[in-house]
């Protein structure tokens, strides 16, 4: 059974970088295609992004383009979320997690299995 821990996070000022990782225990992913999300407390859990089994095509919200890039690393099975010019609106927990179903790349509903989150505190 795969496992998703993720790490990176911690605290940065407003315009500041952070670098997310997602390293998978047990099968490799990269047979899967992999998504990023974000929890702000008393929000809902919200899509960020999302990258194809190859790396080939990838998925963001509207507020990180530009911004954000998600990248993966299959021989490393590992999945990385960069974070450039970060604002205070983009402080949340954030999770990767397994896509499985064809619900839609911005549905949790697609995603199977998850990590434990990882802090990210945007301070100015």
């Known amino acids: 059974q795969v496992q998703l821990v993720e790490s990176g996070g911690g605290l940065v000022r407003v315009g500041g970088s952070l670098r997310l990782s997602c390293a998978a225990s047990?099968?490799?992913?990269?047979?899967?295609?992999m998504g990023w999300f974000r929890q702000a407390p008393g929000k809902e859990r919200e899509f960020v992004a999302a990258?194809?089994?190859?790396?080939?095509?990838?998925y963001y919200e509207d507020s990180v383009k530009g911004r954000f890039t998600i990248s993966r690393d299959n021989a490393k099975n590992t999945v990385y979320l960069q974070m450039n010019s970060l604002k205070p609106e983009d402080a949340a927990v954030y999770y990767c997690?397994?896509?499985?179903?064809?619900?839609?790349?911005?549905?949790?509903?697609?995603?199977?299995?998850w990590g434990q989150g990882t802090q990210v505190t945007v301070s100015s």
């Open positions: 990258i194809s089994w190859s790396g080939s095509n990838t």
């Open positions: 047990g099968r490799t992913l990269s047979s899967y295609a």
């Open positions: 997690a397994r896509k499985v179903l064809s619900l839609g790349w911005y549905s949790p509903q697609s995603y199977d299995l």
